[in-house]
Antibody, heavy 120, light 108 residues
Framework: EVQLVESGGDLVQPGGSLRLSCAASGFSLGSYAMSWVRQAPGKGLQWVSMISESGDNTWYAGSGKGRFTISRDVSKNTLYLQMDSLRAEDAAIYYC?????????????WGQGTLVTVSS | EVVLTQSPGTLSLSPGERATLSCRASQSVSRRYLAWYQRKPGQAPRLLIYGASSRATDIPDRFSGSGSGTDFTLTISRLEPEDFAVYYCQQYDVPPQTFGQGTKLEIK
C-alpha cells in the first residue's frame, strides 16, 4: 500500500528555517517524481516544488525560488523540503504528492500534510 | 500563470441529487490537461479525474469530467454521503501547474 507521511511542520519566526520530511512507503522514490504542494489558510492549493524521478532535476514556484530546496534520500525513501528565510505568507499546510508515472503532473497519491506557522 | 476559478464556492445539496462543479481557466488548457481532486477533512487529497474526463483507479462511475479549452465540469450523478468534501481542479498544461481555490460540497 502506498503511503506518504509528512512531518517537520512547526511554529517558526519570520526569517527562520524549517525542514519538512515526507516518508514514503509502498514504492521507491527513485522511480517517481515528487512534488510539494501547499495550502495557505483560506486559499487554494499551490504547487511549491518538484523533483524528477532521477533526482537530477528540480523545479520551484516563483514564491520559493532561492529560498526553498527540494531533495530526497532514496535509501531512506524520504523526500525533503528545506525552507529558509521564511515569510508570513509561507504559512500553510504542506503536502507531498507523488506524480503518476509519465511526464504529466498528475498526482495519484498525497500525504495528509504538515502545518507550518510563521509568526513572531 | 493560468488562473483557475471554481464555482460555486459552496454547493449545498442532498444525497441522491446531482452535483455540477465548474472550473474556468484564464487561458485555454490545451490537450485537456486538467485534473480533479477530492479532499475530506483530515485526509489526503484523492485524484478523481485526469485528462479532463478519465477516471482514476477505483473511482466510482458516478464521477465524470467533461470540458475543453477554458471551461471544465465535474459531475457527480447521484451524491452519496461520502461525497461531501472539497473539490479542486488543477491544470498541468502550462507551467507552473496551478490549482483552483476549491468548491465545498456540503449536505443540505
Amino acid at each position: 500500500e502506498v503511503q506518504l507521511v509528512e512531518s517537520g511542520g512547526d511554529l517558526v519566526q519570520p526569517g527562520g528555517s524549517l525542514r519538512l520530511s515526507c516518508a514514503a512507503s509502498g514504492f521507491s522514490l527513485g522511480s517517481y517524481a515528487m512534488s510539494w504542494v501547499r495550502q495557505a489558510p483560506g486559499k487554494g492549493l499551490q504547487w511549491v516544488s518538484m523533483i524528477s524521478e532521477s533526482g537530477d532535476n528540480t523545479w520551484y514556484a516563483g514564491s520559493g525560488k532561492g529560498r526553498f530546496t527540494i531533495s530526497r534520500d532514496v535509501s531512506k525513501n524520504t523526500l525533503y523540503l528545506q525552507m529558509d528565510s521564511l515569510r508570513a505568507e509561507d504559512a500553510a499546510i504542506y503536502y507531498c504528492a507523488r506524480r503518476r508515472l509519465g511526464q504529466l503532473s498528475i498526482y495519484d497519491y498525497w500525504g495528509q500534510g504538515t502545518l507550518v506557522t510563521v509568526s513572531s | 500563470e493560468v488562473v483557475l476559478t471554481q464555482s460555486p464556492g459552496t454547493l449545498s445539496l442532498s444525497p441522491g441529487e446531482r452535483a455540477t462543479l465548474s472550473c474556468r481557466a484564464s487561458q485555454s488548457v490545451s490537450r485537456r490537461y486538467l485534473a480533479w481532486y477530492q479532499r475530506k477533512p483530515g485526509q489526503a487529497p484523492r485524484l478523481l479525474i485526469y485528462g479532463a474526463s478519465s477516471r482514476a483507479t477505483d473511482i466510482p462511475d458516478r464521477f465524470s469530467g467533461s470540458g475543453s479549452g477554458t471551461d471544465f465540469t465535474l459531475t457527480i450523478s447521484r451524491l452519496e454521503p461520502e461525497d461531501f468534501a472539497v473539490y479542486y481542479c488543477q491544470q498541468y498544461d502550462v507551467p507552473p501547474q496551478t490549482f483552483g481555490q476549491g468548491t465545498k460540497l456540503e449536505i443540505k
